[in-house]
Structures are given as C-alpha cells and as structure tokens.
C-alpha cells in the first residue's frame, strides 16, 4: 500500500543521546508496536537519573560555549542542519510515518513544517538585531539579547518530527543549548534528528535527546540548571509541568490540548467548506491539535451535513487515513462514542464498522465518525477526543456559535466558512481562540506568524515559534551606557 510506510526488517532501537554520543543504556527497555500492524517495531531505553545529571552537565558545558559562539556562527551550523533534513525528508518521513501512524504524505508535510521553522530560526541573525537609543544627553540604552543556559523541550507524540523542531532550532540559534524528552511513544523519528544534528557539526553537549516518561521529565525539570522548559501535550500534563516548573522559577510555555470549534454559515462555499471540514477531522486521523472536532452549523447550514458525511465517508483506511498511535486509543475513542449514543447523539457515520485495511488487521484503526444532533453539554462536544471523530452541533444564530466556542475550556483554533467578508472579520474579531481559519480547516500559521493558543491549550505567556519564540528562549539585557558627564545634563542624564 504506497501510503502506508514499510515495517523494518530489524526492530529499531531508541537510545539516549549524551554529550554527543549514544549512550549503551542503563535504564529499562520498553517496546513499541506499530500503529499500522500491532506488531513490535523496536524497542526504546529509558534514561535513567544519572543519565539525566550526565546529559545535563554535558548541556551546561555546552551552553557555556555555545553562547560565545557568534550568532552568524550558529547560524551556519543550522544552515547544514537544514541542508541535512532536506536531503534525509524521506527518511524522516518514514519513520514518522512509521512511529505514530500517519501516511507519508502526512508526515513529509510535518517534517517540511518542521524545516520551515528551522528557516525561521536562521533568519533571526538578521530579524532580531537588537536596538540602541540615546535616551537621554550623553545616555545610551540597548538591548541585547542572551542565552539562557540549559533547555528542555518534553514533546507528545503526534509530530515525532515537527514539534521537536518547533523548539530546538529557535532555542538553539539563540545560544542554549537544549535538551529533547521525546515522547515514550514516538522515540525514533528524534534519535534521527541528533545524528543530523551531529553531522552538521553541532559540538557536543548542545543537543541531547532523553527517552522516558514522568520521571525524566520530572528529574529535567527540577534540575537546578534548566533554566526554560517548553512542554506540548495534553493539558493536564501541561498545566502540571507548568506549575512545577514556574513553582521552582523557571520559565516555562507549555501547550495544552484543543476542542477547535469550525463555524460554518448559511453562505459557505459548499466545496471550500466540504473539504475544509473533512480534511480537518480526519487528516492524521484526527490526531493534531488543530483538528476540527465541533462543527457548529448556523441556520441553514445545516443542509451541508448529508455531503460532509458522504465525503467522510468516502475516506479510505489505510490510504487516505492513517492508524491511531495505540489500542488504548481506539479503546478510549470506541468508549466515547459509544458515551455519545448513550447521551443522545445521533451516529451518522460509524468508524468502528469499517474494517481495517487487509494486512493491517492487527493495527489501531478507526474510520471517519460523525456523531450529528449533539447539544453543548455532551462529553463528545465538550473534551479533546483526539481522534477522527466530529460531534456536530446545530444553532440558529451565529453569536450563538460564537457562545458556544466561548464556553470550551480550551482555545487552540476557532474556523469560520462563510463567503461575508463582515461576518469573517466579526468571527476573527469576537472568538476567544489564539488562531483563527478563515475558510481553512486547520488554521496553522505559517511561520513567521508563530504558533499557540489560549485557555486550557496554552499554559504561560507568548508563542512557541515565530518572534515569541524568540522572545522566550533569549533573555533580553538591558544595558545604560554613559561616556563622559555633560554639560547640559538634566534629572535623566
Ligand atoms: P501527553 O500529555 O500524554 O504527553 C506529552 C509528553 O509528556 C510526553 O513526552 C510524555 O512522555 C510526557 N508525560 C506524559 N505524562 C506525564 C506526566 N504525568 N508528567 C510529566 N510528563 C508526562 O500527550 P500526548 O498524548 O503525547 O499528545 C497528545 C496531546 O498533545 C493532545 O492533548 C494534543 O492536543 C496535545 N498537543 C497539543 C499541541 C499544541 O500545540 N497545543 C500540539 C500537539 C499535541
């Protein structure tokens, strides 16, 4: 099937990344299957507390070099990163595709994605240049901006690739140097990542790549000499990194989960909207956080409901879809529609009857859901499924919509699909979400328009990629210069 990825021969093998070499490992092995067979695709060793201390000394050593490092410097060794991830997209892609259960087409999108903001992160050199201003007679002030010291990136598993690289390139440009917990789920896609890290010259110590769960990331975020910890994952996870890490006065971003509401009105396009909404819910089987998961139609337009199920319909397991990540998902999304029937809703398109892809039996998959005639109050329209599942919701008035979009817990994206530039423009203005679509399913901005959301989807302050990630992963000094006393002095001088 030219979607799905070939399973390796060999089992793979995740390995912790230290000081710049593979580490033998002392930590616990653990197994992991594939999303597309539920067969062992290899296995990862986690790291143990003296890996954490080894990998954490050997950053701080870095980082106090890698500081020094003139920025046009830095610059150069991400261009090579960069070279490297171009010509190895394939491989990357397969082994995304191959760890988390996406289709190839999927994954190279992520992985360019990934590379988009590494580009982002070499143009900073001359974006961000810092500033100067006589502020007074004879007085300068500048800023300039500094590293700061030893980061930690924790990451989840649906972009084994592109989250990662929304921190490491713009954390590492800035002069940290950075320390990757992959995601226990997804450990192989960021092993690929150090070796090319490795390749391009980065010295050693600079980037580090640690596998494990709550124990790592709980050593990596109390070590005294982290200083920044970015985290993306679900929000109870979030909200609990954060407060740890900003207990212990450490900067922290962390991104939480999303229940992105897409409105359509009466006057959508019906093919822009059909399209947007389907590939929305179902694209990476509905394991982004950007996926659509209500749908509020207004008034009328509830009449593109029978052609949105038609077409969702029509999605094809195993080639226009890919799997879940594991049978604890499948069991958990079986469980919540099964909940949305009980509560009332109605099933108009059951995934769970769809048969998996022939070959692939043993694998986690789910078809396209469509649970209509839900109110607000449900569970399907309230909590993050994080699957290929959309609850829609019918209301008369578009403020309606708005309240309804208002009222979630999280604010990660809101999308309108109407054809009225007033009512677009009223929707970008009134919605409480950090990225708003227009017409678009899953409104990802591109860089440098930085990525993150608000509410329960985002813990802490500024974007992760763009000029707010700048912003969080560089601390801005502040220096007051005076050459000689003045003359003409006033109160400031
Ligand atoms: P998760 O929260 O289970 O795991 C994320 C990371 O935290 C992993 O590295 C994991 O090993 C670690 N972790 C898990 N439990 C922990 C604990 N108790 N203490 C400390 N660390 C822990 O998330 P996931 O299932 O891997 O990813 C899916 C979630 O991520 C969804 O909720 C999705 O919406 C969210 N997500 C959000 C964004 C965003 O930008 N807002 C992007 C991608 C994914």
Do not use: G
């Given at each position: 099937m030219k979607t799905l990825v070939e399973l390796p021969a060999a089992r793979l093998e995740a390995r912790n990344f230290i000081g710049g070499a593979w580490s033998p490992g002392s930590g616990a092995t653990h197994e992991r299957v594939s999303p597309y067979t539920g067969k062992v695709l290899g296995d990862l060793t986690y790291a143990t507390q003296s890996d954490v201390e080894i990998a954490i000394q050997a950053a701080h050593a870095s980082a106090l070099s890698w500081r020094r490092v003139p920025i046009k410097e830095r610059t150069a060794i991400l261009l090579q990163v960069r070279n490297l991830l171009c010509r190895d997209l394939e491989l990357l892609a397969h082994s995304t595709a191959r760890e988390c259960g996406k289709t190839v087409a999927e994954a190279r999108a992520e992985v360019l994605k990934g590379i988009e903001v590494l580009e982002f992160a070499t143009s900073v050199q001359n974006a961000d240049l810092g500033g100067s201003l006589e502020v007074s007679r004879g007085v300068t002030c500048e800023y300039r901006r500094e590293a700061l010291g030893v980061t930690v990136g924790i990451t989840p598993f649906n972009f084994p690739a592109m989250v990662p690289m929304w921190m490491i390139p713009i954390a590492l440009v800035m002069g940290n140097s950075f320390v990757l917990k992959a995601s226990d789920k997804v450990p192989f896609t960021p092993c690929i990542l150090a070796d090319v890290c490795a390749e391009a010259g980065l010295p050693a110590g600079v980037f580090s790549v640690l596998q494990g769960g709550k124990e790592v990331v709980d050593a990596l975020i109390s070590h005294p000499l982290v200083k920044a910890v970015g985290f993306v994952g679900s929000s109870p996870v979030a909200r609990s990194v954060y407060a740890s890490a900003t207990g212990l006065g450490k900067r922290a971003l962390c991104l939480g989960g999303a229940k992105n509401h897409l409105i359509v009105a009466p006057d959508a396009d019906p093919t822009v909207t059909i399209d947007g909404v389907v590939s929305s819910f179902t694209g990476c089987a509905g394991q982004r956080c950007m996926a659509a998961s209500v749908m509020v139609t207004v008034g009328e337009a509830e009449r593109f409901i029978p052609q949105i199920v038609e077409a969702a319909g029509r999605i094809r397991l195993g080639e226009d879809m890919g799997a879940l990540i594991d049978a604890a998902a499948l069991t958990r999304l079986s469980s919540a529609i099964a909940r949305a029937q009980q509560e009332g809703g109605t099933l108009v398109l059951d995934g769970r009857k769809v048969p998996p892809p022939a070959g692939y039996e043993g694998g986690f998959w789910l078809a396209p859901t469509i649970i209509g005639d839900?109110?607000?109050?449900?569970e399907c329209a309230q909590c993050e499924l994080f699957g290929p599942v959309l609850t829609i919701v019918k209301v008369r008035t578009l403020d309606e919509a708005l309240a309804l979009d208002a009222r979630s817990q999280f604010g990660n994206a809101t999308s309108i699909f109407t054809s009225s530039g007033g009512v677009a423009r009223y929707v970008a203005e009134q919605a409480g979400s950090g990225m708003i679509g227009i017409n678009i399913g899953v409104p990802v901005p591109r860089e440098p328009f930085s990525f993150g959301g608000t509410k329960q989807s985002r813990f802490g302050h500024g974007d992760i990629t763009g000029a707010g990630g700048i912003e969080f992963w560089s601390n801005r000094k502040k220096i007051t210069t005076k050459w000689a006393e003045q003359a003409d002095k006033n109160w400031m001088s």
């Open positions: 839900a109110t607000p109050a449900m």
